[in-house]
């Protein structure tokens, strides 16, 4: 279940508490007079990139789509326009 402390030990001890929580990775249940007010728990651990994640077909592109210009206005070089 994890540590279980009272509100004024963990307004005491706060940062303590969350070192602890940090390094053990157990939550930690926060009572007052007995009843439960709040549960702290550990982030969940960040998902890594695998490999070969632009494989997927959202981050492909097709051979069509590459040869449309993203902008078909001239741009401001090729008008001379100096910003």
């Known amino acids: 279940m994890g540590k279980m402390v009272g509100v004024t030990e963990f307004k005491a001890k706060c940062l303590r508490i969350l070192d602890e929580l940090e390094r053990t990775r157990e939550p930690v249940t926060i009572t007052k007079r007995g009843r439960i007010i709040g ?45």
């Not at 077909?57 to 449309?68: I, K, M």
């Not at 401001?76 to 100096?82: D, F, P, S, V, W």
Request: cysteine-free.
């Open 39 to 83: 549960e702290l728990h550990p982030p969940k651990p960040k998902k890594k990139f695998e490999f070969g994640f632009l494989a997927h077909p959202d981050y492909r592109f097709d051979e069509d789509a590459v040869d449309q210009p993203a902008y078909e206005k001239p741009w401001n070089a090729e008008l001379g326009i100096i910003d």
